[in-house]
């Protein structure tokens, strides 16, 4: 039998070194600061809501947009955000937000359209884009004098060309952590406007953002709101990511394109979970809050500990995530450091080039989970000290 051949669109992209440093953290009894999901459950109304929910009859096919209850209060979340939404023609449930990024480019995007994507960026959207048949433009973000990672609005005008479809925006930003500003927003805003792109903006860490940060919907700006699908889930802001409910907002067109497209993915899951997360966001949001002050403090003790270790810690206003230079130590190449740190240390960290076009220019910098319980992370510190 003739072997099957490998789709050279999709070559293997980050999930093979996550399971091989999983694999390695698992051998070395490593403490795994790699991995982007928390050690700790979310609210207890929620999961109570869930547990009614399952034992209640709610566990067959939910309808194809999501349970009503559900878009209802994705409506009302986002109304105090600064977005309208119809529940019933503008608001589409899926499975997680990877599943709605992948519908949303399957469903706008041909072949032979461009699609613009922010580097680092996470590891499903080369995927996503490949599978759409399109061509993806990536641009880079620039280091700041002050360490914060900034959005090359010249470099993203550069980028357009007349096949230029859609532009993937993730803020707050993984794996960098920065949280994109007014300004750079509104000049992404403008050029989307200029030349008529469509914006698919990954806004799942919304909720956690840090000091002064602020968290702005690129759909709240001026010319955006008809062209920009919004998308968020339950996952990041109420510690289930295992539960993977995500939603779609958009336009009516642009959401009948998308479920288009999703009906065919996974038609529908999640229903005893949606109901659920409705009541989460209706009633949890001062749960969150609480853990964005947790966050907050945990990125503080890891950030202080990386730099107790020797390594240049960049500032972090989002997200789980915290990124370190790792040339102090004497190391050229972060995943040189990464593949040793398990045996050597007994941590697990992910490089961030592995979520790049060009790796050369990212190869310098470590990605760390600061999502975790505060005695996992001091046991991290105490071993990465070590290395100095």
């Keep these: 039998m003739r072997e099957p051949a490998l789709v050279p669109r999709l070559r293997p992209f980050t999930s093979t070194i996550f399971a091989e440093m999983t694999a390695l953290a698992v051998r070395h009894d490593a403490v795994n600061l790699g991995q982007g999901f928390p050690d700790t459950d979310g609210p207890a109304g929620m999961l109570e809501a869930a547990k009614n929910a399952l034992f209640g009859g709610a566990n067959q096919y939910p309808p194809g947009p999501g349970r009503p209850e559900l878009r209802a209060a994705i409506a009302r979340h986002r109304r105090r955000f600064g977005t309208e939404y119809d529940p019933d023609t503008e608001i589409l449930v899926?499975?997680?937000?990877?599943?709605?990024?992948?519908?949303?480019?399957?469903?706008?995007?041909?072949?032979?359209?461009?699609?613009?994507?922010?580097?680092?960026?996470?590891?499903?959207?080369?995927?996503?884009?490949?599978?759409?048949?399109?061509?993806?433009?990536?641009?880079?973000?620039?280091?700041?004098?002050?360490?914060r990672f900034c959005l090359d609005v010249t470099a993203?005008?550069?980028?357009?060309?007349?096949?230029?479809?859609?532009?993937?925006?993730?803020?707050p930003h993984n794996p960098t952590g920065t949280v994109f500003t007014r300004a750079e927003l509104e000049a992404l805003a403008a050029l989307c406007v200029e030349h008529d792109l469509i914006a698919i903006t990954d806004e799942v860490y919304e909720h956690l953002v840090f000091d002064d940060a602020e968290h702005i919907p690129l759909a709240t700006l001026p010319g955006m709101r008809a062209r920009t699908v919004t998308i968020s889930s339950a996952g990041k802001t109420f510690?289930?990511?295992?539960?993977?409910?995500?939603?779609?907002?958009?336009?009516?067109?642009?959401?009948?394109?998308?479920?288009?497209?999703?009906?065919?993915?996974?038609?529908?899951?999640?229903?005893?979970?949606?109901?659920?997360?409705?009541?989460?966001?209706?009633?949890?949001?001062?749960?969150?809050?609480?853990?964005?002050?947790?966050?907050?403090?945990?990125?503080?003790?890891?950030?202080?500990?990386l730099a107790d270790a020797g390594f240049a810690v960049r500032p972090t206003a989002g997200t789980y995530f915290v990124c370190v230079d790792v040339r102090p130590l004497g190391f050229a190449d972060a995943a040189d450091l990464a593949w040793e740190l398990p045996g050597r240390v007994g941590v697990a960290a992910v490089p961030v080039k592995v979520f790049t076009d060009h790796p050369d220019e990212w190869k310098h910098l470590l990605r760390f989970a600061f999502c975790k319980r505060n005695e996992v992370i001091d046991e991290a510190i105490t071993r990465l000290r070590k290395l100095v």
């Design 239 to 305: 510690n289930c990511t295992g539960w993977k409910i995500g939603w779609v907002c958009s336009t009516p067109e642009l959401v009948a394109a998308v479920k288009a497209a999703k009906q065919f993915m996974t038609f529908v899951s999640g229903g005893p979970l949606q109901p659920a997360v409705a009541h989460a966001l209706d009633h949890e949001l001062a749960w969150v809050d609480s853990l964005r002050e947790s966050l907050q403090e945990k990125r503080d003790r890891l950030s202080s500990g």
């Design 94 to 147: 899926t499975t997680g937000a990877t599943e709605a990024i992948a519908a949303a480019l399957l469903a706008l995007t041909e072949r032979g359209d461009e699609v613009i994507v922010i580097e680092p960026y996470y590891d499903s959207y080369a995927a996503a884009v490949a599978m759409a048949g399109a061509e993806r433009r990536v641009v880079g973000l620039v280091e700041g004098p002050d360490g």
């Design 156 to 171: 993203l005008r550069a980028a357009v060309t007349p096949r230029t479809r859609a532009i993937l925006v993730n803020s």
